[in-house]
């Protein structure tokens, strides 16, 4: 099998872009908790995320949500991030808080709404250029609750005519990324509910319109590599954002409820070109609910590399031969080996040959700033959903 030494040129192109939105409180609909040194504005929550770059070299930047990380100067926000050794990333609208959204934004029947939503997004894309962003992040609540409510196919062609509006607005450098999720909050039809609605409307637009594919907005049971391969192929897999799910959009750590499934995912990645490709985006979208958010961040990311480490270990020569003369079963062993490899050790080690701690998670609880930040952050208003 592959030995590690000859897999850390791709381990050290890895980045993993972090959520603003983990830094903040976050909860069900039943509570969200507060916790002691959440930040109060969007430049505490870039200082913590650059915690997260500090200890592991692995998350140079950070996406934004607009209005919850609305700035009066995006030139001092990115000035703070560059100070701190982070950038920021893809930016991400929010057409779900408004009480005009209530039946929808950019599908909505009436052209008022409609327009304030795709409004929206023309000042999201300002803030893209302020901040240097490449990408716009969509992803829309939109939906129905009852068989009936609304037209489901007027609303695909008004769908159609906002991301047009949308997409002649974005710069030759920047991109448009349209996230599916098959339910919630609507829970009869959402109106991009999947990888083929988001595919055809994307493909439509044009060839800076991708599909990001969110790991915790599928049904039980998906096979989500097979559309991570689907997507890849066409050319149109533009961003991921990681999470992991037990039961529905659980948004827990990436690679806590099904590292198999994890490792399986960014083998397909790897497969089919593009890991290390800027051309696919590797994001989180995680909330830390109970557990304290800096280190959540840190494992994650830590999650992601282990996997990562373990999918570039698969012996692709020998599994390619194994597939031609129909060995199921030595195929399948090809790959279990990979998987069941622990790289922990391996990857401490070559972690501190680089200049960074062995061990992440320790070295972030030993470095103090966790105490700094519950002892100075007191007063103000916690930022969280809405903030
Ligand atoms: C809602 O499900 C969601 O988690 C989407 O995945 C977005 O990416 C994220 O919120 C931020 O808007
Ligand atoms: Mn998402």
Redesign the pocket.
């Known amino acids: 099998m592959t030995d590690l030494t000859d897999i850390t040129t791709p381990l050290a192109a890895q980045a993993i872009e972090l959520?603003s939105?983990a830094f903040g409180n976050s909860g069900t609909r039943f509570k969200v908790f507060g916790s002691p040194g959440t930040p109060r504005d969007p430049f505490e929550k870039i200082s913590d995320a650059a915690q997260v770059h500090k200890h592991t070299g692995l998350a140079p930047t950070v996406a934004l949500?607009i209005p919850w990380d609305l700035v009066d100067s995006y030139s001092d926000l990115r000035k703070h991030a560059e100070d701190n050794g982070v950038g920021l990333g893809t930016v991400?609208?929010?057409t779900?808080q408004d009480d005009d959204y209530k039946l929808g934004s950019v599908t909505h029947s009436d052209p008022k709404v409609r327009q304030k939503a795709i409004d929206h997004h023309f000042a999201c894309i300002d803030v893209m250029n302020e901040t240097g962003s490449r990408d716009l992040?969509i992803?829309l609540?939109d939906g129905t609750n009852y068989p009936g409510q609304d037209d489901i196919r007027a609303r695909q062609d008004r769908l159609a005519d906002s991301l047009a509006k949308i997409y002649e607005r974005i710069g030759e450098d920047q991109r448009l990324v349209l996230?599916y999720?098959f339910f919630?909050p609507a829970f009869y039809h959402t109106d991009v509910p999947d990888w083929g609605t988001s595919y055809a409307h994307t493909a439509a637009l044009g060839d800076r319109a991708f599909v990001?594919l969110?790991t915790?907005?599928h049904a039980p049971g998906t096979n989500i590599e097979f559309i991570v391969a689907q997507l890849l192929r066409l050319g149109k897999l533009g961003s991921f954002?990681f999470?992991s799910r037990f039961y529905a959009?659980d948004?827990l750590i990436v690679g806590a409820a099904d590292p198999f499934q994890l490792f399986r995912i960014l083998y397909e990645v790897i497969r089919g070109g593009g890991y290390a490709n800027p051309d696919v985006a590797f994001m989180l979208?995680q909330?830390h609910n109970i557990e304290k958010k800096i280190p959540g961040q840190i494992r994650s990311v830590l999650n992601v590399q282990e996997m990562t480490a373990r999918a570039l270990l698969v012996d692709t020569e020998a599994l390619k031969k194994a597939q031609a003369c129909g060995d199921v079963l030595g195929a399948n062993g090809i790959l279990m080996d990979a998987f069941y490899t622990d790289v922990r050790p391996a990857l401490a080690e070559w972690r501190e040959s680089r200049g960074l701690p062995g061990d992440p998670m320790k070295a972030y609880a030993a470095s103090g700033y966790q105490e700094k930040i519950e002892a100075e952050r007191v007063g103000g208003t916690q930022a969280g959903w809405g903030a």
Do not use: L, T
């Open positions: 959520p939105w949500h991400n609208s929010n779900f992040k992803w609540a996230e999720k919630e990001c969110d915790g907005h954002d999470n959009d948004d979208d909330c």
